[in-house]
């Protein structure tokens, strides 16, 4: 595996092992900072699976009300891969699959993502863009993560 997507793999799984343990309430509050926040840009767009377009501060506040408020749930990060390298960035896709997902339409979801991550340094997200999976893809999985 090439280095550049090894540390693409580390820093996505690692970040949604995060939110799983944010979510959860396992982990101490003060983590949100070094361990989400600053690895997003200032200048972050995400743009959810419903098409909203948030930023780091909205992420921010989203990210401190939720705190602990979904003990059950679960994510798997699957198929990562490196789409196209640009300098010190690199446009990377995946696919999450959530359980237990409180927040979101469906508790068993699955959704593709493609992001754009400066890994120059500590990796630095600049763009995320979310999209469900269609449901015959989602309802053929076990979930049994």
Known sequence: MDQALQIIEKEVVDLHVFFTQWFNGT???????PR???????DLVFITPEGHVMGHDH?????EQTYGTNP??????????????????ALVKY???????????????ARISTGLIDISASPTWHHLHETWLPQDIVKADPFTF
């Open 59 to 63: 992420l921010r506040l989203g990210f």
């Open 72 to 89: 059950e749930f679960k994510i798997e990060i699957r198929d990562v891969k490196i789409l196209q390298k640009l300098g010190t960035k």
């Open 95 to 109: 696919t999450e699959w959530q359980k237990g997902a409180k927040l979101s339409a469906q508790a068993q979801n």
């Open 27 to 33: 982990v101490e509050r003060e983590a949100l900072a």
């Open 36 to 42: 989400f926040l600053s690895h997003m840009a200032d």
